[in-house]
């Protein structure tokens, strides 16, 4: 069965602080991990990995993929208080669903 | 710019009761997906298709029935409600490229609570 882990389920920080959330995968026939920001609504899209190594960069946030140890992570630096949701790691296979994590919730206080 | 579109966004339902959660998508995806998402549980996968007349399982599937008789709607059939179906549904849709991944856009959600 394929299975997404988030680490951790939640965490608090304060405004210009840097995070970093971390998601561990079992896909079968792993084919791309991605990363979601939630808040009130549905799911935002943010990156696409599919190739190790290679460091993929919007503004502040930031993410990684270890197709050998089998994770990711989210950087996220000089953190805003609009950076607070919770930001959902999903895994795809050849079949092409995805296996979601439970998600981290990220709360940044001024 | 429409993207994935689901309707009601909100409703109660009583116990036994059937509703259908509409989904329609102007993007021309191929795949289409219907996942509930429960608090501190991330998101489940209930029922996909991968293309017009094509439908199958996916994690929680009890308790739902979907068709896909179009390539732009996808509707979720609940029959016979429980307390257990309250959630919030998630209709998404995705363009299978056939390489290496693929993205999938959500819609708004649809709140739904059985008393």
């Known amino acids: 069965e394929d299975k997404v882990v988030q680490s951790p389920l939640s965490l608090v920080v304060h405004e210009g602080d840097t995070v970093t959330l971390n998601c561990s995968y079992e896909?079968?026939?792993?084919?791309?991990l991605l990363w979601y920001k939630q808040e009130k609504k549905a799911p935002t899209f943010l990156f696409m990995l599919?190739?190790?190594?290679i460091e993929k960069k919007s503004g502040r946030l930031s993410s990684i993929l270890d197709k050998k140890e089998l994770f990711s992570i989210l950087n996220i630096t000089a953190t805003q208080t609009g950076d607070s949701a919770v930001y959902l790691c999903?895994?795809?296979?050849?079949?092409?669903?995805?296996?979601f994590g439970k998600g981290t919730l990220l709360t940044v206080n001024p | 710019n429409a993207g994935v579109t689901q309707t009601p966004k909100f409703h109660i339902l009583k116990i036994g009761q059937s509703m259908t959660l509409q989904c329609t998508q102007d993007?021309?995806?191929?795949?289409m997906y219907w996942y509930r998402q429960d608090p501190g549980m991330g998101l489940k996968l209930i029922y996909y298709?991968?293309?017009?007349?094509?439908?199958d399982k996916g994690e929680v599937p009890n308790g739902y029935n979907v068709s896909r008789s179009t390539t732009e709607d996808f509707p979720l059939r609940l029959e016979l409600a429980a307390p257990s179906q309250t959630s919030v549904y998630f209709c998404?849709?995705?363009?299978?490229?056939?390489?290496?991944?693929?993205?999938?856009?959500f819609g708004e959600g649809s709140w739904l609570t059985v008393v």
């Open positions: 999903a895994a795809g296979g050849s079949n092409y669903k995805l296996t």
């Open positions: 298709s991968v293309g017009a007349g094509i439908t």
């Open positions: 896909v079968t026939n792993f084919r791309s």
């Open positions: 599919t190739s190790s190594g």
């Open positions: 993007m021309n995806h191929n795949y």
């Open positions: 998404a849709s995705s363009l299978n490229t056939g390489t290496s991944g693929n993205t999938i856009y």
